[in-house]
């Protein structure tokens, strides 16, 4: 189970909220990853949730940038950089659904996971401690299982 450090503070009142959690994992093998799952910590406020992947260190780096004393960063429309790839989203009432057998996602070691939440505020201060497992193969994997990250930076 990834989950961020301490829980994220959200104000009452203003726009949406796209907040992305930089998870290391100190995996020193590949490890194939066959589903996720999200356990919201606050259902009254987490909209949905995408999970990246950074194997370039790129996450940190904009993460180190944020200066408002909580982890992570926040960003609009994507996690801020061209992620390496993506384990899919989840949205309430989803729930986790494994690759075909013999497929799988790959988690290089070292590899960053960045979860973006998307809050909508309720209209009272908030807090979240939003948790993501991650389910690994226990078969020999054939196929990597690959999602591709396309964003329209015009949109509005």
């Not at 290089?108 to 948790?131: C, F, I, N, W």
């Not at 196929?143 to 930076?153: D, I, Q, S, T, V």
Request: net charge positive; with cysteine.
């Amino acid at each position: 189970m990834l989950t961020p450090d301490k829980p994220f503070k959200l104000e009452a009142q203003g726009a949406d909220v796209y907040r992305n959690f930089v998870l290391k994992t100190n995996f020193k093998e590949t490890r194939w990853v066959k589903a996720m799952d999200v356990k919201p910590g606050n259902t009254a406020v987490v909209h949905h949730v995408i999970a990246f992947i950074d194997e370039k260190g790129r996450s940190h780096a904009l993460e180190q940038r944020t200066n408002d004393g909580q982890l992570g960063y926040s960003t609009f429309c994507g996690p801020g950089f061209n992620p390496d790839s993506s384990f899919g989203g989840w949205a309430p009432g989803l729930r986790a659904r494994t690759t075909s057998p013999g497929t799988a996602f790959r988690l290089e070691p070292g590899a960053t996971v960045v979860m973006q939440v998307h809050y909508h505020l309720s209209g009272k201060p908030e807090t979240d401690q939003t948790r993501l497992g991650l389910y690994f193969a226990k078969e020999p994997i054939e196929k990597e299982m690959r999602l591709a990250w396309m964003a329209n930076p015009l949109f509005r």
